[in-house]
């Protein structure tokens, strides 16, 4: 009679601890669990799996992104033009001979620098309707043009003969047209920056 008497309590413990699974120790481990560690609940599993599926992988966004990442490179390329820094530089700029091409122009004097100051002027004289200030605009239009084209000359002849003797081993090419081309700028508007003084010899 001692089975009528047993207490519901006792009865629900021993179904549940027979209907309990048994955990075996020597359950293989998951190939794709990392090594040393076990392998991760299923709840956990999903949680990464949804996170993984919820990444933004459309054309828009991938477009977004690289818009992103370009208008970083953007800012980050003004400020090294800004500042000289020549990590960030673009390819034209780049280089210890394509800096001391800049440096050597920014530290003289370029008659070519004030030409568009000049061309400025030498227009207002041209369209005032008085002949003899029209013969001088043409007149001071030819000397500036001449000036400019000796200059160029002799600074490209004497920037050459500096690279040669500097960078015997190094890829001149386009350095001393890269320089001119600069010569041509007003030294305020130059990019980049100019880093030596008038007169500071690099």
Same mark, same amino acid.
């Given at each position: 009679?001692?089975?009528?008497? %047993?207490?519901? $309590?006792? #009865? ?11 955990? #075996? ?19 956990? $599993? ?10 933004? =992988? ?15 490179? =953007? ?22 001979? %394509? ?18 100051? =000049? ?66 700028? =007003? ?16």
């Amino acid at each position: 009679m001692g089975f009528v008497f %047993r207490s519901r $309590a006792k #009865d629900e413990k021993a179904q549940s601890a027979v209907s309990a699974p048994v955990t #075996d120790s020597k359950q293989p481990r998951d190939p794709q669990a990392p090594k040393g560690r076990p392998t991760p609940k299923r709840s956990v $599993a999903q949680s990464q799996r949804r996170s993984v599926a919820n990444t933004p =992988m459309t054309r828009k966004d991938a477009a977004k992104r690289q818009r992103e990442e370009r208008r970083t490179a =953007m800012a980050r390329q003004r400020e090294a033009l800004a500042k000289g820094d020549e990590r960030y530089l673009p390819a034209r700029d780049k280089g210890p001979v %394509r800096k001391f091409a800049r440096d050597w122009i920014d530290s003289r004097f370029n008659i070519a620098e004030y030409f568009l100051p =000049m061309a400025v002027i030498i227009l207002v004289l041209s369209m005032i309707r008085v002949a003899s200030l029209q013969n001088i605009a043409l007149l001071l239009w030819l000397v500036v043009i001449v000036l400019i084209v000796l200059d160029s000359i002799v600074t490209g002849f004497r920037l050459r003969k500096r690279l040669a003797e500097r960078f015997p081993d190094e890829r001149r090419r386009g350095a001393v047209a890269y320089a001119l081309m600069r010569s041509l700028q =007003m030294r305020r508007l130059r990019l980049p920056k100019p880093q030596v003084k008038r007169g500071e010899r690099p």
